[in-house]
């Protein structure tokens, strides 16, 4: 093959991979809280590079929901960044994003146990490994972090979905949680980038 045959192939490869399948990567929390929104994803053939997390800041005696929602920053050329479903509490803060324009490629929750009669929170803090093995983290105030949860070796993560309760009507019961899990989807990378073979750290 001549070389401008030999690229054109290499860039009909690489859209085919940048528009395959997507792979959930679930948190397995198993939250009672709440229900799904919708899967959000970055354009087709771009990544997510950060997040933003909506949070409430402790309340004290006052009911708190903490974690509230979860925001991905994409690398397409417009800067589209998605969001599922959101709680009603709290701010937009904390916009981390990779160094060199590596990709995320895993997370982990720090969710809060169950309180039973006092007052819950679910999902206190969201961190994300970035392609390279830098960590992004939100850590919040309550619970502990759960376990690491990769995309396959030569993805990266490239959508969203969020668990959220919505506001709670009735008089006799005012304990609201807001967010309790996330879900995100991992889309196969063109290898031609450094951070094509991430492994999970040893
Ligand atoms: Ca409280
Ligand atoms: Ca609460």
């Avoid at 990567?25 to 909506?54: R, T, Y």
């Avoid at 146990?113 to 970035?130: L, M, P, Y």
């Avoid at 502990?144 to 993560?157: A, N, S, T």
């Avoid at 031609?192 to 040893?202: E, F, M, V, W, Y």
Wanted: hydrophobic share 35%; proline share 3%.
């Amino acid at each position: 093959m001549n070389s401008l045959v030999e690229l054109a192939v290499i860039l009909l490869t690489i859209g085919t991979l940048t528009t395959g399948e997507r792979t959930a990567l679930e948190s397995n929390v198993n939250s009672m809280f709440g229900s799904w929104g919708d899967e959000q994803h970055c354009p087709d053939g771009s990544f997510a590079i950060g997040f933003m997390i909506k949070q409430e800041g402790p309340q004290g005696r006052g009911d708190d929901t903490a974690t509230n929602g979860v925001r991905l920053l994409c690398d397409d050329n417009d800067h589209t960044s998605v969001t599922s479903k959101v709680g009603d509490w709290g701010n937009w803060i904390a916009a981390e994003t990779c160094g060199n324009g590596r990709r995320l490629w895993g997370f982990k929750l720090k969710v809060e146990e169950n309180q039973v009669f006092r007052d819950d929170t679910a999902v206190n803090g969201v961190s994300f490994i970035c392609g390279g093995g830098e960590i992004l983290e939100y850590p919040g105030n309550w619970g502990h972090w759960r376990d690491w949860h990769y995309c396959p070796v030569g993805h990266g993560i490239c959508g969203i979905k969020t668990k959220v309760e919505g506001k709670k009507i009735m008089i006799f019961n005012t304990d609201n949680v807001a967010m309790s899990d996330m879900t995100v989807y991992c889309c196969p990378m063109a290898c031609l980038r450094s951070d094509c073979g991430n492994q999970p750290p040893a």
